[in-house]
């Protein structure tokens, strides 16, 4: 059973075979995968979704794979926390967070997009796998490549926090630290990839590698008990994410897979420094003009994003809005949601917490009203962004007294247990 | 007014598949001019049917968006490079 028809022109809608190509020739549009979902229609039910795997591939029928996985099997069906103590901060009725701070292997959303590309990459017959990253997509590759035996190239920005690299160093690729940004990495990476037969995972294979995404809205769903989201907010950097999750909840409706159907409001959350597609959503203008990012959110700091237009239509579509978050808001919204849920987010996550704060208070988000926040990445990775706003440890001897001296000096109340 | 031209993949059908060319012009928007007397095909590949430039390609002078610079007003010296680049996703 063929469910891929083909690639297909977004744009000028031609089609192209199932091939490493992501460009339309005559008109520079993205390709995008085409399936045949009337053939999908008596296969994707619920019942077989719940009786697959506890991972992305439960969606593979909906995946752009021919045969089965060949890397990261265990990626996805990550928890979606109710999360009462931050609804109460933030004062709305009901949160949730979905907590890809966990996802497997290397702590962030991306694993489901490089799974698929990887998966991908082997089946085309590729030796070689290379990306342009922010940071979680270099982790990812070199975690995969190292999986799948492939050899692995990864571009970066130079100014990198050490997590990103040293947690992309450990699986052994060749890391490039390029003196520039990740648009600069960008252009370089893209006459690299014209020189070189290399599967480039948001190059060659991004038809594939973006439909990864698709699998963070379908479990949001899944796990909400088969309904759409009221709201949601996504951090976005390419937008490739905000855009395939809201293509997954649509899909997912037209299978007939949602109670309720899909009203979800798509909102989409970055820094003030690197913003430019919630800058077009506020002017309400479909041209996304680039800028030159300066945040502490580095994983989102891509200044001329390729998906900023279909991620600009998708919040215009959905009745979505969108907002910016100061670096100071970010490092307040990853306390926030740590000291609130237990849960350490990356910068990313900060900005999607400080956003959807905004949101609440403008009432776009109503008070009453039930919202998802996409939490995409772990706060280990970026750990240079809040260690200069945390309480510093306590030091003390080995002593009772020493402790006592401590708690009391510092002002921290411990009531004694009483001593009779 | 001679300047350098990098041809990205889906446009070398159109320059007997050459990945770099020679241009004339004195802007981006001239150079296009003299790019299609030479390669026929190659304006309206990369500008739409109004003439602007088409929302998924990126055309750079010298490492530069022109988006950054004066658009495709941008001026153009002897010896410059121009890359058209398609937009490529990541993250
Ligand atoms: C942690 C995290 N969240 C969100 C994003 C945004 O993804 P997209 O580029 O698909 O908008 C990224 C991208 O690098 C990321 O690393
Ligand atoms: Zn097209």
Same mark, same amino acid.
């Given at each position: 059973?063929?469910?891929?028809?083909?690639?297909?022109?977004?744009?000028?809608? @031609?089609?192209?075979?199932?091939?490493?190509?992501?460009?339309?020739?005559?008109?520079?549009?993205?390709?995008?995968?085409?399936?045949?979902?009337?053939?999908?229609?008596?296969?994707?039910?619920?019942?077989?979704? !719940?009786?697959?795997?506890?991972?992305?591939? @439960? /969606?593979?029928?909906?995946?752009? &794979? *021919?045969?089965?996985?060949?890397?990261?099997?265990?990626?996805?069906?990550?928890?979606?926390?109710?999360?009462?103590?931050?609804? @109460?901060?933030?004062? +709305?009725?009901?949160?949730?967070?979905?907590?890809?701070?966990?996802?497997?292997?290397?702590?962030?959303?991306?694993?489901?997009?490089?799974?698929?590309?990887?998966?991908?990459?082997?089946?085309?017959?590729?030796?070689?796998?290379?990306?342009?990253?922010?940071?979680?997509?270099?982790?990812? +590759?070199?975690?995969?490549?190292?999986?799948?035996?492939?050899?692995?190239?990864?571009?970066?920005?130079?100014?990198?926090?050490?997590?990103?690299?040293?947690?992309?160093?450990?699986?052994?690729?060749?890391?490039?630290?390029?003196?520039?940004?990740?648009?600069?990495?960008?252009?370089?990476?893209?006459?690299?990839?014209?020189?070189?037969?290399?599967?480039?995972?948001?190059?060659?294979?991004?038809?594939?590698?973006? !439909?990864?995404?698709?699998?963070?809205? /379908?479990?949001?769903?899944?796990?909400?008990?088969?309904?759409?989201?009221?709201?949601?907010?996504?951090?976005?950097?390419? %937008?490739?994410?905000?855009?395939?999750?809201?293509?997954?909840?649509?899909?997912?409706? @037209?299978?007939?897979?949602?109670? =309720?159907?899909?009203?979800?409001?798509?909102?989409?959350?970055?820094?003030?420094?690197?913003?430019?597609?919630?800058?077009?959503?506020?002017?309400?203008?479909?041209?996304?003009?680039?800028?030159?990012?300066?945040?502490?959110?580095?994983?989102?700091? &891509?200044?001329?994003?390729?998906? %900023?237009?279909?991620?600009?239509?998708?919040?215009?579509?959905?009745?979505?809005?969108?907002?910016?978050?100061?670096?100071?808001?970010?490092? *307040?919204?990853?306390?926030?949601?740590?000291?609130? !849920? %237990?849960?350490?987010?990356?910068?990313?996550?900060?900005?999607?917490?400080?956003?959807?704060?905004?949101? &609440?208070?403008? %009432?776009?988000?109503?008070?009453? !009203?039930?919202?998802?926040?996409?939490?995409?990445?772990?706060?280990?990775?970026?750990? *240079?962004?809040?260690?200069?706003?945390?309480?510093?440890?306590?030091?003390?001897?080995?002593?009772?007294?020493?402790?006592?001296?401590?708690?009391?000096?510092? =002002?921290?109340?411990?009531?004694?247990?009483?001593?009779? | 007014?001679?300047?350098?031209?990098?041809?990205?993949?889906?446009?070398?059908?159109?320059?007997?598949?050459?990945?770099?060319?020679?241009?004339?012009?004195?802007?981006?928007?001239?150079?296009?001019?003299?790019?299609?007397?030479?390669?026929?095909?190659? #304006?309206?590949?990369?500008?739409?049917?109004?003439?602007?430039? #088409?929302?998924?390609?990126?055309?750079?002078?010298?490492?530069?968006?022109?988006?950054?610079?004066?658009?495709?007003?941008?001026?153009?010296?002897?010896?410059?490079?121009?890359?058209?680049?398609?937009?490529?996703?990541?993250?």
């Amino acid at each position: 059973m063929a469910k891929v028809k083909g690639l297909k022109c977004r744009e000028c809608k @031609r089609p192209y075979p199932a091939d490493p190509l992501h460009v339309c020739e005559f008109c520079f549009g993205p390709l995008e995968v085409d399936y045949d979902y009337e053939a999908l229609r008596g296969t994707m039910t619920r019942k077989a979704i !719940e009786a697959g795997p506890p991972s992305i591939w @439960r /969606y593979k029928a909906l995946l752009p &794979i *021919e045969g089965e996985p060949a890397v990261g099997h265990h990626c996805g069906m990550t928890p979606l926390v109710k999360a009462k103590n931050l609804a @109460r901060a933030l004062g +709305v009725r009901e949160v949730y967070a979905k907590n890809d701070t966990v996802n497997h292997p290397s702590f962030s959303f991306k694993d489901r997009v490089v799974a698929v590309a990887v998966t991908k990459a082997l089946e085309f017959g590729f030796t070689v796998v290379a990306c342009a990253s922010t940071g979680n997509l270099a982790n990812s +590759v070199a975690a995969h490549a190292a999986e799948g035996g492939l050899q692995s190239f990864v571009f970066v920005p130079a100014d990198l926090e050490q997590g990103k690299v040293l947690g992309t160093l450990i699986y052994d690729p060749t890391l490039v630290a390029v003196e520039g940004n990740y648009d600069e990495v960008n252009r370089l990476c893209s006459e690299i990839a014209d020189k070189y037969r290399w599967a480039f995972v948001n190059i060659n294979i991004r038809p594939y590698y973006a !439909e990864g995404s698709k699998t963070f809205g /379908y479990e949001v769903a899944e796990q909400l008990g088969w309904r759409a989201p009221q709201h949601i907010v996504v951090p976005a950097a390419g %937008g490739s994410l905000v855009t395939k999750i809201w293509k997954g909840l649509k899909e997912f409706d @037209r299978l007939g897979l949602l109670s =309720g159907g899909c009203a979800t409001r798509m909102h989409v959350a970055q820094a003030e420094g690197c913003g430019p597609i919630v800058t077009a959503i506020k002017e309400n203008s479909e041209i996304i003009k680039p800028v030159k990012p300066k945040t502490i959110a580095k994983s989102l700091a &891509i200044g001329n994003p390729a998906d %900023g237009y279909y991620a600009y239509k998708a919040v215009k579509e959905s009745g979505g809005h969108g907002e910016h978050a100061s670096d100071e808001e970010i490092v *307040e919204g990853m306390k926030l949601l740590a000291s609130t !849920e %237990g849960i350490f987010a990356e910068t990313a996550g900060g900005v999607t917490v400080a956003a959807a704060k905004r949101l &609440i208070e403008q %009432g776009r988000i109503p008070k009453d !009203e039930s919202l998802v926040l996409c939490i995409t990445g772990n706060g280990l990775k970026t750990q *240079e962004a809040v260690a200069p706003a945390l309480k510093v440890q306590l030091q003390i001897k080995p002593t009772l007294r020493s402790f006592d001296e401590a708690m009391a000096s510092h =002002g921290i109340d411990v009531t004694p247990r009483n001593a009779n | 007014m001679s300047v350098k031209v990098r041809i990205p993949t889906p446009l070398r059908g159109l320059t007997k598949g050459q990945g770099e060319v020679e241009g004339q012009g004195s802007s981006i928007n001239e150079l296009i001019e003299n790019l299609e007397k030479s390669f026929g095909g190659l #304006r309206d590949r990369l500008c739409d049917e109004t003439g602007t430039v #088409r929302r998924f390609i990126n055309i750079y002078v010298n490492e530069e968006d022109i988006r950054f610079l004066q658009g495709t007003s941008t001026p153009l010296k002897p010896g410059d490079l121009v890359s058209i680049v398609p937009a490529i996703a990541g993250g």
